[in-house]
């Protein structure tokens, strides 16, 4: 999975913010604000991350167990599908 | 033909036949022939933006449709649209926003009430905000909402405000991480990939610079008077 070409983080007062451009922007208004794990996912994403390798990168990271980091990364994934923001 | 208008210091030429647009911006027209920007709207446009409200005439849907497309080059200015009322007094500025419908302009109202003349209504709905070494100033636009309340001058932004209807009279300071959603709701993103950049970047000053509040008021000049209390002090 990659996040399709168009789409930007920034950072504004302190916080990630997501933004479609370009062709992106047709299908897509407005603004997605990240927290620190979701940053975290889409810094893997913008280069190219399967599944395995996005809750490996959480339970790494954060103190939690695997059934929970598999929930919330197959929920993260799902919404950026739905919003037309990766692909397979 | 072309009309070359002046706002919020710069000069904006805009190819147009339409003696409607030539009316609106007649405060702010110059002779100048040094043009910062030029904007020409395409009949795509002026159809597409029809559709969406029908009910208009061509010279009001090509007016809106010339504003956007000035706006959507704005951010490359170091300039940003951002819908608010925005007022001052003493040489303040102070700006309200709200969703549709909440009492922008009846709070605006409120403060004329109360303060009389000191008061000025630089623009009623869609002023430009020129960001210049840290400070930020909102600037007069003809394009300013149904009141027409809008005045060719600018003024230095010194505080936001997003109204709520409450009982009591009351402002509460928003810390900047959260007034960046309720900032990004009254503003329009380019498409652009520079100049979508440029208006988070610009977005992210604003909020670096500009306190932001939540106003809880009832229609009274009482409301008023709270709300310049604290912004005085702002």
Same mark, same amino acid.
């Given at each position: 999975?990659k996040i399709r070409k168009g789409f930007l983080m920034r950072e504004v007062a302190g916080k990630n913010v997501v933004i479609a451009t370009g062709d992106a922007a047709r299908n897509f208004n407005g603004i ?57 | 033909? +072309?009309? %070359? =208008? ?11 036949? !339409?003696?409607?647009? @030539? ?60 819908? +608010?009322? %925005? =007022? ?11 969703? !549709?419908?909440?009492? @922008? ?130």
């Amino acid at each position: 999975m990659k996040i399709r070409k168009g789409f930007l983080m920034r950072e504004v007062a302190g916080k990630n913010v997501v933004i479609a451009t370009g062709d992106a922007a047709r299908n897509f208004n407005g603004i997605i604000k990240l927290n620190e794990s979701a940053t975290l996912l889409w810094h893997l994403l913008e280069r190219g991350a399967d599944e395995a390798e996005l809750v490996d990168t959480i339970t790494e990271t954060y103190d939690v167990d695997i059934t929970t980091a598999q929930n919330d990364v197959s929920m993260f994934v799902t919404k950026l599908k739905g919003a037309g923001i990766v692909d397979e | 033909m +072309s009309i %070359v =208008i002046r706002m919020s210091q710069l000069n904006i030429e805009i190819d147009t036949q !339409s003696e409607y647009i @030539k009316k609106k911006c007649s405060d702010y027209l110059t002779d100048s022939a040094d043009i910062d920007m030029s904007v020409k709207v395409t009949r795509e446009e002026i159809e597409h933006e029809k559709a969406l409200s029908p009910g208009y005439t061509d010279d009001y849907y090509e007016f809106v449709c010339v504003y956007r497309a000035i706006c959507m080059k704005m951010p490359l200015y170091d300039r940003l649209l951002v819908h +608010s009322a %925005v =007022i001052d007094t003493d040489g303040r500025g102070y700006a309200f926003a709200a969703k !549709s419908g909440v009492g @922008k302009t009846t709070h605006i109202r409120m403060w004329k009430q109360a303060f009389g003349d000191s008061v000025s209504i630089i623009n009623g709905d869609k002023p430009i905000y020129r960001f210049e070494n840290g400070r930020i100033y909102a600037c007069g636009t003809p394009w300013c909402g149904k009141e027409g309340y809008n005045i060719n001058r600018e003024t230095e932004l010194k505080a936001i405000c997003f109204i709520n209807r409450g009982e009591e009279n009351k402002l509460q300071k928003i810390e900047p991480g959260k007034a960046s959603d309720l900032v990004f709701g009254q503003i329009i993103m380019p498409k652009s990939a520079d100049a979508a950049i440029k208006t988070l970047e610009l977005c992210s000053s604003l909020l670096k610079h500009v306190p932001v509040y939540n106003l809880w008021c009832d229609i009274s000049t009482d409301a008023a008077h709270t709300a310049k209390k604290v912004l005085e002090l702002a």
